[in-house]
């Protein structure tokens, strides 16, 4: 075996080590892209469902002020006529 054939030998080695090295850098690339893909879409449906809660909690939250507004204002009306009849009452 002459340095020639040597030389080759070693040149193809290098070669298919390469390959090997970058065929295992993609695979390992391409999972870790694929984990990252799967974690990302994992917190999106968490923040989607979280902002549905959070919302779905607002809207309740106006409704009961409406309904809290309605009843401050019955209560004023119903004092302010009270007050208006206990005023006629002592004048007369």
């Known amino acids: 075996m002459g340095i020639l054939s040597h030389t080759l030998l070693s040149w ?3 070669k298919f080590y390469g390959y090997i090295k970058k065929k295992k850098w993609k695979t390992s690339t391409s999972i870790y892209m694929r984990n990252q893909a799967a974690k990302n879409k994992k917190e999106d449906n968490t923040f989607e469902e979280t902002f549905y809660l959070l919302n ?3 809207n309740q939250t106006v409704e009961e002020n409406k309904i809290i507004r309605v ?3 019955m209560h004023y009306k119903q004092i ?3 007050m208006k009849y206990q005023g006629k ?3 007369d």
């Open 12 to 14: 193809g080695k290098r």
């Open 56 to 58: 779905e909690k607002h």
């Open 71 to 73: 009843k401050i204002i």
């Open 80 to 82: 302010k006529e009270e």
């Open 89 to 91: 009452f002592f004048k």
